[in-house]
């Protein structure tokens, strides 16, 4: 079934989805039922945006606009933590006025919804490759008549995940104005070049990042809806370099000439070809040692984040006992790591990376482990490091960690911290 400016589908398949609508056209997925979200995680995940340390300082997480107006402060207009839905949050900072809410970097504030989206998004970048700069998650939330920014295009390809209420969706396959500037909020005279979609709860929406739009509500009521955008255009290679810049680890300066990080994992993947190419680009003007770090870390942070970047905080915790079982909680995302140097490695988990000095053939053992058995004591996976007096100690206010049995254990601290590997009942 299909429409003049776009396709409709009743079930999700990623190889087809590649294959017919990947950068060329919208398609939507209508009653498929495959939505990752859930509109409570989304909300509880609005409230921790508003006290949590910001993603990029120079562009809040939190934006807010009654009307078309908006408004400063963007956590003020939160949602709080004691609020059980989104109605509860409409009724108390809007009453009967239009407003909205977009919240940046969503996945950031939430280890659900970062896991829902890895979890569903997997299957693409198995056929498309991850997205080295990272996707991003973008609640919009509100009763707005159309988007606060008006028509405009991203650099983003989007997947819409209508979680309450019916949206409006309009494209134009081309900008429709002939004026330069990049965006439009009256955009009455251009309606008869656009076309329409209307999503509702159970529908997913693609477009390339190629059409321009404007979201619209159809409810009197508001709407809540999940966007994940995957960066196709504009820029690329200079948002990958920022990305390798971001997962460089604290203190790996050296002025050691390094082997080139040619495995990553127990599967020996070869470096992407568009780091490869950054890599090669720019290692002269930044310096090869702190470049290939760089690239080795931000890929690692990529692929154990599951191409949702930057990942959850780590929480705290304590280093896990001897008599505990570990085991990796979901085998489509491996622990991940290599070889800097005979004496560093640098370890990926859960989006999040680490490194270990003088590890070697020790520590990637200890992976092997966790990736490929059932649920491993710690006694047994700590087995082969020796116990070194004051090393961990030492170690402890720095990201570097020493691979003796203090450090391997604060690493398997680590790696439940991360939510890569999970804890069960001690063993008896």
């Known amino acids: 079934m299909t429409a003049r400016h776009y396709a409709v589908e009743r079930r999700l398949d990623w190889k087809r989805f590649a294959e017919r609508y990947w950068d060329r056209r919208p398609v939507l997925f209508r009653g498929s039922g495959a939505t990752p979200y859930r509109a409570e995680d989304a909300l509880r995940a609005a409230a921790?945006?508003?006290?949590?340390?910001?993603?990029?300082?120079?562009?809040?997480?939190?934006?807010?606009?009654?009307?078309?107006?908006?408004?400063?402060?963007?956590?003020?207009?939160?949602?709080?933590?004691?609020?059980?839905?989104?109605?509860?949050?409409?009724?108390?900072v809007a009453g009967d006025a239009r407003y909205a809410l977009i919240v940046n970097y969503l996945h950031h504030f939430s280890p659900e919804v970062w896991r829902a989206g890895s979890g569903f998004f997997h299957g693409l970048w198995r056929q498309v490759g991850l997205p080295l700069s990272g996707a991003i998650t973008t609640l919009f939330h509100g009763s707005y008549e159309s988007t606060p920014v008006g028509v405009h295009k991203d650099r983003f390809a989007t997947f819409m995940f209508p979680l309450q209420g019916r949206k409006r969706m309009r494209f134009w396959a081309r900008r429709p104005w002939d004026d330069a500037v990049t965006t439009r909020l009256d955009y009455g005279d251009y309606l008869q070049a656009s076309f329409a979609i209307d999503v509702e709860p159970g529908d997913i929406l693609y477009w390339p990042a190629s059409y321009y739009h404007v979201g619209e509500t159809t409810d009197a009521d508001y709407a809540t809806s999940v966007n994940v955008g995957i960066p196709r255009d504009e820029h690329k290679l200079l948002y990958d370099l920022e990305q390798f810049a971001q997962?460089?680890?604290?203190?790996?300066?050296?002025?050691?000439?390094?082997?080139?990080?040619?495995?990553?994992?127990?599967?020996?993947?070869?470096?992407?070809?568009?780091?490869?190419?950054?890599?090669?680009?720019?290692?002269?003007?930044?310096?090869?040692?702190?470049?290939?770090?760089?690239?080795?870390?931000?890929?690692?942070?990529?692929?154990?984040?599951?191409?949702?970047?930057?990942?959850?905080?780590?929480?705290?915790?304590?280093?896990?006992?001897?008599?505990?079982?570990l085991r990796l909680r979901d085998r489509r995302f491996p622990i991940a790591w290599t070889d800097l140097a005979a004496d560093r490695v640098?370890?990926?988990?859960?989006?999040?990376?680490?490194?270990?000095?003088?590890?070697?053939?020790?520590?990637?053992?200890?992976?092997?482990?966790?990736?490929?058995?059932?649920?491993?004591?710690?006694?047994?996976?700590?087995?082969?490091?020796?116990?070194?007096?004051?090393?961990?100690?030492?170690?402890?206010?720095?990201?570097?960690?020493?691979?003796?049995?203090?450090?391997?254990?604060?690493?398997?601290?680590w790696l439940a911290a991360t939510g890569a590997v999970e804890r069960m009942p001690r063993s008896r």
């Open 247 to 325: 997962a460089m680890p604290a203190r790996n300066a050296t002025r050691r000439r390094t082997r080139r990080p040619e495995a990553f994992g127990a599967g020996g993947a070869a470096l992407p070809a568009g780091m490869a190419s950054a890599w090669a680009r720019f290692r002269q003007d930044l310096g090869e040692e702190r470049l290939r770090t760089a690239v080795a870390a931000g890929y690692l942070q990529l692929l154990t984040g599951c191409g949702f970047v930057p990942a959850p905080p780590a929480q705290r915790g304590r280093g896990p006992g001897d008599g505990e079982l």
């Open 346 to 413: 640098l370890c990926g988990a859960g989006g999040h990376v680490r490194g270990i000095l003088a590890g070697g053939e020790r520590v990637a053992g200890l992976f092997r482990d966790l990736n490929s058995t059932g649920p491993a004591s710690v006694a047994e996976l700590l087995a082969p490091f020796a116990d070194a007096p004051g090393a961990g100690r030492a170690a402890r206010g720095m990201p570097w960690l020493p691979a003796d049995r203090q450090g391997m254990r604060a690493l398997l601290g």
């Open 48 to 92: 921790r945006a508003a006290v949590m340390p910001a993603v990029d300082p120079s562009a809040p997480a939190i934006r807010f606009a009654l009307g078309r107006r908006l408004q400063p402060g963007g956590a003020a207009w939160a949602p709080r933590p004691e609020e059980r839905s989104f109605g509860d949050y409409a009724r108390r």
